[in-house]
Structures are given as C-alpha cells and as structure tokens.
C-alpha cells in the first residue's frame, strides 16, 4: 500500500506548526480555573491538618511534662512528710523538766512544788523520799489526760485533796503519763497534754495543782482527736497566777518535753513503782496513799477515798488532837454492850 492509500485522520490540527493536538484540547499546563481552586483547598487542608498536629503534639508533650512534674513533686512531698515523721520520731532525748526528777511533781503545803534538778538524756529518776512527819500523808497519782477515769477521780477529790495540801497534812506527787497516745485520732493528744504539764512544772511548778485540774477538766472524749496545741495553751494560760506565759507556750509548741514523756511513760509501764509494792503502772489512774495502792470503785466518792487515806495513814489522822483542813471521817462509836449479867453460879453463896 502506497502513502497515498493509508487512512486519514481527518480531524483538524491545531493552528501552531507542530501542533497536532486536535483543536480544542487544552495544554496539560492550562488547567481549567475550577480544577486548580479545588486542589488549592486541599492544599490549605493539608497545611491546616499539619499545623493541627503539630499543635496536639505539642500539647501532649506539654501534658507529659506536667504529669511527670507533677508526680515527681507528689513525690518529694512524701519524702519530706516520711523524713520530717522520722526525725520527730527519732529526735535526739533531751533534758526532763525541771521540778520531777521522780518522774513527777510532789506540791506541798501552800501548793508549793518540791524543787528539783532536770533529769539528763541518761539519767534515772531518784524516787521521792516518803516523808518522816507523822501528821503528813503522801498521796502519789498516776495520771493520763485522756483517761475518764482520772478525770472522774480528780473531780470527786480534787477539792478534798487540795485541802489536805494547802494546809500541809498531805503531799500530792502527780506523774503524767501517755499510755493513751494512740486513742486520739493521729492527734497523740495524750503525748502533748502530758508535754504542756511538764512545760508547767518546769516554768510555773508553783500553778501545777490548778493546771492539772483545768487540763482534766478540759479532757475530751477518748478517741476523738482532742485539743490542739492552741486549745492546750488556751487551758493552761487560763490559769490564773501563771508565770513565764510565753515560755511555756513555746514550750508547747516545740514539745520541749516529747522525749521525756516517752521515757517516763515507759518506765512506770515497765515498773516497778517506787516507794510500793506495785509490779507496774497497768490503767490508770493508779493512786497511792504512803505507799498503798487505793483500790477504787466507781463512781468514786470522796468518802470512800477520804476513809482509805486515814487507814493508810494510821494514827496521824486517827487520833482527835491531830488537825485537819477538811472534815475526815471520823469512827462511829460502837453502841456500848450490855453489862454481863452474874451467872447462876456467880449468884449462890459459897458454899
């Protein structure tokens, strides 16, 4: 077949030379207007899609960080609250209070307390001497601030007590103690009351008798958390004749005397109790009278305290002439027996 045989493409060609698009057919560069608008949106989406990730990323990195700073600060605050438990709980022991080297404070005639040294980290209390005046009594109690018991003993005697004391015919050795610590909540109320009376016997040794009075009085329910340290010094400032209000408020505040309420606490529980034939300090309160554990009922009552302490003291309060600054029980004469009447055997005449 010749040239002139094949076929014809008989549509037309474009106008340039060389053009052989047929005509109407668009360069591949020349686009319609509607194709490129649309792929000039999805190019902004792309790029708004992009910023958006790259936001979010940023975001969580942020949020990671906060977390992990977050809990890197819960930590160190345990470590601190776990450091600062431990070093109160290891605090080196320091000197007892002054005024209790017997592990307690005996007041005398006029509420005035015996004076004594303080007890050293390593020292051992020296027991009270009993005393050698037939007419004095020596009353020792044994106490807790958040035992009811205590509370109940000091408000049916408190008044008997203080005027045996005031008038010089007995002496009354309290020794605080904190067997109850953990009955308070977390609070160790027992702990801090008994740190605030040895603030007072160290500061103010002549307003012990009343602030251990106001402190019991004061006593909240076993088992609840209990006073706080400003509701501690609210009691003891409270106390008319208080003296060095300051220092004993800082002295409350610091638990001055932590250290030593464990020590002595620990040494009445272990026993023996000085000055007595009691094994070991068991519930309080635990009261002797010259040396004799009182065996108490309840509820208490002054009478059946107040006959214990003249049989414990013998002829000191038994005998008429011996004065006293409050009515004692006094013995009830015995109704006197009939004469005997003479025997048969006694009536007949010798024989």
């Known amino acids: 077949?010749?040239?002139?045989?094949?076929?014809?493409d008989d549509r037309p060609t474009g106008d340039q030379p060389g053009d052989d698009r047929p005509v109407g057919e668009q360069p591949a560069d020349d686009q319609p207007a509607g194709?490129?608008?649309e792929n000039q949106r999805r190019a902004v989406a792309r790029d708004k899609a992009r910023v958006a990730r790259q936001r979010r990323k940023r975001r969580q990195t942020t949020a990671k960080w906060a977390l992990t700073s977050g809990v890197a600060l819960v930590a160190l605050a345990i470590v601190a609250v776990v450091v600062l438990?431990?070093?109160?709980?290891v605090?080196?022991?320091?000197p007892g209070p002054e005024n209790m080297a017997s592990d307690g404070i005996r007041i005398g005639e006029g509420f005035e307390a015996v004076p004594t040294e303080a007890l050293g980290p390593d020292d051992e209390p020296t027991p009270t001497e009993t005393t050698t005046n037939a007419d004095t009594v020596d009353v020792v109690v044994y106490l807790d601030y958040l035992c009811p018991e205590c509370a109940q003993f000091d408000e049916a005697n408190g008044e008997y007590l203080a005027g045996l004391v005031e008038s010089g015919a007995?002496?009354?050795?309290y020794h605080p103690v904190a067997v109850l610590t953990n009955r308070s909540g977390g609070t160790r109320y027992s702990d801090r009351a008994a740190n605030a009376a040895a603030c007072v016997a160290n500061y103010s040794p002549g307003s012990f008798f009343d602030v251990n009075s106001a402190l019991l009085e004061a006593q909240p329910e076993e088992g609840s958390?209990?006073?706080d340290d400003a509701g501690l010094k609210d009691v003891v400032t409270g106390v008319e004749g208080l003296q060095r209000t300051s220092d004993i408020e800082g002295c409350i505040d610091d638990e001055q005397f932590r250290s030593w309420v464990s020590a002595?606490?620990?040494?009445a529980v272990d026993g023996p109790i000085p000055q007595s034939d009691v094994a070991a300090l068991g519930t309080p309160p635990l009261v002797l009278?010259?040396?004799?554990?009182?065996?108490?009922?309840?509820?208490?009552r002054q009478q059946e305290f107040s006959n214990f302490v003249v049989t414990a003291a013998g002829n000191s309060y038994a005998e008429p002439s011996t004065a006293t600054p409050t009515p004692t029980p006094s013995a009830t004469p015995e109704p006197s027996e009939p004469a005997a009447e003479p025997s048969p055997a006694e009536e007949a005449p010798a024989s």
């Open 170 to 173: 007995a002496t009354v050795e």
């Open 225 to 227: 958390r209990g006073l």
């Open 289 to 300: 009278v010259n040396g004799q554990r009182y065996d108490y009922s309840t509820p208490f």
């Open 264 to 267: 002595a606490t620990e040494r």
């Open 91 to 94: 605090r080196p022991a320091g």
């Open 1 to 8: 077949m010749t040239q002139d045989d094949q076929p014809q």
């Open 35 to 37: 194709e490129a608008g």
């Open 85 to 89: 438990v431990i070093s109160n709980g």
